[in-house]
């Protein structure tokens, strides 16, 4: 495979010897199972029915709670395993996280009481909250700069077939009486065996390694994965970062200088704004909207499969792109995008779907249409890179707790968005789609001027070349070599 040759913007060449290696690929495969356990779950937990009128379909405040409880038990978890993360390293976090998981899913499936399912939920949600917060960090550590794009949203490929996989396993389990349900629930266990299973075969990554004074094995495990011996200036550069992060005693109490604010503003807003897409919107709404439009007996299970085959699709695609493009350009367009699609499903919704009554045939297929454009562009650039860009714009003294403070938010606003949009669908009716259409313009100029971009940048690199060259964040760096505003590297801290 090719070596690589990374240009930074300045036009500089910079050589990072390295091949994408097979330990690579089979890890980062390994470690995204993180994403199937966490895709699994939002599809299982997706599949409600309920009655009532076409914008109140489902609002029942007790199954608005269940469904969220499991976040409350994620954001816990994700604190905790920031912490695990950065003490005991990525592959051991992805174990817990796996156990985890897989508890959760033994106690959903022999439940005989509602305290055993409510306690699966928790164990489910630990397990997400350790595996969202390690998986990313994992992914972004072992790959080499030029590919860690793609690699990485491997992460948000596997949650997306985690969906479409639980909505199969309801269809087919939604008739086996009386057990389908534990069938469905307990098929949870199958990511988590993979991850566990998988994660006896991966390796650690070189940079958690030198974090933990384990320098050797760090200088091997980099050889190994990078695929060539001349490892040094790449090794070089780790040490140095984590030389110079040795002298951050508290990670949390470091995010909230001047220095990291930059990365923190902008990982948690990318978090934040993925949520406000209005994703779960669309995704928990549209079975329902097809079945109301008259689409036939089989609807809701027609559009879950064919909305939830376009998302991999998206996803696959932007794997490809994402390190050509850049990450900024896929935001951009998307959100465009997403805007018109969201905008044309609002006014059809206005013009055409009363309370009660059923929309004409072509306005429907159009709706489905819409639908589709929409997740295709949440596909290849909010959903995925809301894992990437937090994942590889922090500095190592902050990247576990930076990196759990935006996972924290994506499990925050998941919740806040479940707890309110049934309630708002219900009341602002299709203005809920206008509401998000004007949070998609606000997210649309935020990717213009104040996300810089993080393509082919090697990890331990973006605060000199990314956040110290961006007209708006260098502010933040201004007053550094006279000590106001945090620690700040050594100036020649990059590869020569
Ligand atoms: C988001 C979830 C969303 C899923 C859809 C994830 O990246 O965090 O909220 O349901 O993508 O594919």
């Not at 090719?2 to 913007?9: F, I, K, R, Y």
């Not at 602002?428 to 940048?457: I, N, Q, S």
Request: aromatic letters at 10%.
């Amino acid at each position: 495979m090719p070596e690589l040759t990374l240009v930074d913007g300045s036009g500089v060449r910079r050589d990072f010897p390295a091949k994408l290696t097979w330990q690579v690929i089979v890890c980062t495969v390994i470690a995204a199972c993180g994403g199937l356990m966490f895709g699994y779950d939002i599809g299982i937990s997706g599949s409600i029915k309920l009655k009532r009128n076409n914008y109140c379909k489902f609002s029942s405040q007790l199954l608005q709670l269940f469904t969220s409880s499991l976040y409350l038990a994620a954001i816990v978890g994700c604190f905790i395993g920031s912490i695990c993360c950065k003490k005991r390293g990525r592959k051991p976090t992805m174990q817990i996280a796996s156990v985890f998981f897989l508890g959760g899913a033994i106690l959903n499936a022999a439940a005989l009481n509602i305290g055993m399912l409510i306690a699966g939920r928790l164990c489910l949600g630990a397990g997400i909250g350790f595996g969202n917060q390690a998986v990313p960090l994992f992914i972004s550590e072992i790959a080499p700069a030029r590919y860690r794009g793609g690699l990485n949203l491997c992460f948000q490929l596997l949650i997306t077939i985690g969906i479409l996989t639980a909505n199969v396993v309801n269809y087919a389990t939604s008739k086996l009486h009386p057990y389908g349900w534990r069938i469905s629930l307990g098929g949870a266990a199958c990511p988590a065996l993979l991850l566990l299973l998988g994660s006896v075969m991966i390796v650690e990554t070189p940079t958690s390694l030198i974090e933990r004074g384990k320098n050797e094995e760090g200088l091997h495990t980099l050889k190994k994965i990078r695929g060539v011996d001349n490892v040094d200036k790449e090794y070089e550069e780790i040490s140095q970062a984590v030389e110079f992060s040795r002298q951050i005693k508290h990670p949390f109490k470091n995010l909230w200088k001047r220095s990291s604010r930059p990365q923190l503003v902008c990982g948690a807003l990318i978090q934040i704004f993925q949520q406000f897409t209005g994703i779960s919107v669309v995704m928990l709404y549209a079975p329902v909207l097809f079945q109301t439009m008259g689409l036939g007996e089989n609807a809701s299970l027609m559009s879950a499969l064919m909305t939830n085959t376009v998302k991999p699709i998206g996803t696959l695609f932007a794997i490809f792109v994402v390190d050509r493009f850049g990450r900024r350009a896929l935001l951009i367009e998307a959100a465009i995008q997403m805007f018109i699609s969201l905008g044309a499903i609002g006014v059809i919704l206005a013009v055409h779907l009363h309370s009660t009554n059923v929309v004409e045939k072509h306005y429907a297929v159009l709706v489905i249409v819409l639908v589709c454009v929409f997740l295709a562009g949440f596909a290849w650039s909010w959903g995925p890179l809301g894992w990437l860009i937090p994942s590889e714009i922090f500095p190592i003294e902050t990247r576990s707790a930076g990196f759990s403070v935006a996972v924290i938010m994506n499990f925050v606003f998941t919740f806040l968005v479940a707890q309110t949009f049934l309630t708002m669908l219900c009341h602002l009716r299709a203005g809920t789609f206008f509401l998000y259409c004007a949070m998609l313009a606000v997210m649309c100029l935020f990717a213009k001027y104040f996300l810089p971009e993080t393509k082919g940048v090697p990890i331990d690199e973006m605060v000199e070349r990314v956040w110290k060259q961006h007209w708006f964040w260098k502010r933040c760096y201004k007053d550094h070599d006279t000590g106001e505003g945090g620690l700040d590297k050594p100036k020649d801290n990059t590869i020569a």
